[in-house]
């Protein structure tokens, strides 16, 4: 069975340090996989997904970025963090058009 | 561009009565469609989904939810709340661009109460 695996579950950065969340995905091949961000407990925003090995689309213009160096990991990045990139993270994945997205267990970020 | 909302910030029910989380939708095309539960710090739990056949969709824990064309809504329902029911529940529709990304509502919040 599939199963996707995000860390760390919780991080406190301090304004300025850089940011480094993984994301992988088992029992599954070429995932198109997902990197959400919801803030104070609400609405998902889509940040960036990816449909392949090298291959990333950002949704939305922003201090983060994401790589994908190997088929099911997903990592997502800072160089410097800004106050506003606290929230919660969430990694998900999906296989076949029209199937659900599978979601990680979340990353809530700190930045003091 | 694709869309849905969820007009009610909180839903509150009592323990045995039949509850209702309410969704729109607003899509060019065939809609693609997914109720979400997320219960505190944790990632989000597939409940079900439509993509075509029957209007009454069930899914997962007793949930179903159905989808009304001409009203472009699909509201989530179950005949009788638990009180473990109490979560965050994301309606979501498929973004038309492809790549099965998902666009999601802003949640409802539901309560079940003793």
């Known amino acids: 069975s599939q199963t996707i695996h995000q860390w760390p579950a919780t991080l406190v950065q301090p304004v300025g340090s850089p940011l480094s969340l993984e994301c992988t995905v088992e029992?599954?091949?070429?995932?198109?996989l997902y990197w959400y961000r919801q803030a104070a407990g609400r609405g998902l925003q889509l940040l960036f997904y990816?449909?392949?090995?090298?291959?990333i689309s950002s949704e939305v213009p922003q201090n983060l970025s994401a790589s994908r160096p190997q088929d099911r990991q997903f990592i997502l990045s800072s160089k410097k963090l800004l106050l506003s990139d606290s929230g919660f993270y969430l990694c998900a994945w999906s296989g076949r058009p029209g199937e659900m997205l599978f979601f990680g267990s979340g990353t809530q970020l700190s930045v003091l | 561009a694709q869309s849905v909302a969820q007009p009610e910030d909180q839903v509150n029910v009592a323990e045995g009565n039949p509850l209702t989380v309410k969704c729109t939708y607003s899509?060019?095309?065939?809609?693609?469609l997914f109720w979400y539960v997320q219960y505190p710090n944790r990632g989000l739990q597939f409940l079900l989904k439509?993509?075509?056949?029957?209007?009454l969709v069930k899914g997962s824990y007793g949930f179903e939810a159905e989808f009304n064309k001409s009203q472009t809504s699909f509201h989530l329902k179950k005949p009788s709340a638990l009180v473990s029911d109490s979560a965050l529940y994301f309606c979501?529709?498929?973004?038309?661009?492809?790549?099965?990304?998902?666009?999601f509502g802003a949640g409802t919040r539901l309560a079940v109460h003793p």
């Open positions: 990816s449909v392949g090995i090298g291959q």
């Open positions: 029992g599954t091949s070429n995932p198109n």
């Open positions: 899509v060019s095309g065939n809609p693609y």
């Open positions: 439509y993509i075509t056949g029957d209007n």
């Open positions: 979501a529709v498929r973004d038309g661009g492809g790549y099965n990304k998902l666009i």
